[in-house]
């Protein structure tokens, strides 16, 4: 497929590429696939045009640019849409990733971060304090599509979706104009935001309430596999662990081990390996079902 399309040739794009501050990359421009590239590669699209923006105003810019010319807008945060709703043939791509800015205000437990953000950088911003907001399992994953999607991560159990802490979020609206939304301002779009499907503005910050957790900020989790030849030792150690002497923090992490050592010994090692990577493929393509579904919606 090329890149030749009616929106590519009847759009004035010197035009917007003259108002940005950021780049703007077309066909042909040195980085122009990379920047049309996202986390799922079977994602193959080629857009008219990809805003690399810098502030609210080059969004602005965007905005009215694709609605005065009627082009299919596309919004790409973190890039890890399954369906690649991060990028669009044809249209303007609005590429957040250089807003990246995160700020913590440790007595209101507030963090305030931009479109851009991965999750490693508001953790990395919130960790430090000791605090964290509940987030997904990916470092690289984009805060905006995770929270404007729910948002289930390891403190879920304990604290909630990431849209169940959002606090209020900076949306550049269809018209052009810039609003706040929160429970007190713009109430209807602050609800839309929080797992409302899309496609209602396009969120530039995010002010997220964080949680104090673990010693200085650190908790250590995940899944534990051990070798067969150990499972008798290994489920001695895991009895001592009772599952409900454990945080809800940890919940999650003592269900895990517990259910992984007492299958340990009714399957090999490869079987058991093979039905992991099972779930995995299955979840995959569940979450890739979901995901276009929400866009035909």
């Not at 470092?139 to 909630?160: E, K, S």
Request: glycine share 14%; with cysteine; net charge negative.
């Amino acid at each position: 497929m090329t890149a030749t399309t009616a929106g590519l040739a009847s759009a004035p794009y010197d035009d917007l590429a003259t108002a940005l501050r950021g780049d703007l990359i077309r066909p042909g421009d040195t980085g122009y696939d990379q920047a049309r590239a996202v986390y799922n590669g079977m994602i193959d699209k080629y857009p008219a045009a990809i805003a690399q923006v810098r502030d609210v105003a080059d969004v602005i810019a965007c905005v009215n640019f694709g609605r005065e010319h009627g082009l299919d807008l596309a919004v790409r945060g973190g890039g890890h849409s399954a369906a690649g709703l991060g990028v669009a043939d044809g249209g303007l791509v609005i590429d957040m990733s250089l807003l990246r800015s995160t700020t913590v205000s440790p007595g209101d437990h507030t963090v305030r971060v931009d479109a851009g953000c991965t999750l490693g950088d508001m953790d990395h911003a919130t960790v430090a304090l000791g605090m964290a907001t509940p987030s997904g399992f990916l470092a690289n994953t984009g805060v905006a599509g995770l929270a404007l999607g729910g948002g289930v991560g390891y403190l879920t159990r304990r604290f909630g979706l990431t849209a169940d802490n959002l606090l209020a979020a900076d949306v550049v609206l269809a018209d052009g104009s810039f609003v706040t939304a929160s429970e007190t301002s713009h109430p209807d779009l602050f609800w839309a935001l929080r797992g409302g499907g899309g496609n209602f503005g396009v969120v530039t910050s995010f002010t997220f309430r964080t949680h104090d957790i673990g010693e200085n900020g650190i908790i250590i989790g995940g899944p534990v596999l051990y070798d067969l030849a150990d499972t008798g030792e290994t489920r001695h150690d895991i009895s001592l662990f009772r599952l409900d002497r454990f945080d809800p923090r940890r919940g999650v992490v003592a269900r895990m081990v517990h259910g992984i050592v007492h299958r340990v010994e009714r399957v090999d090692g490869s079987r058991l390996l093979f039905g992991l990577l099972l779930l995995h493929f299955l979840l995959l393509l569940k979450l890739l079902d979901l995901a276009l579904d929400r866009r035909d919606s």
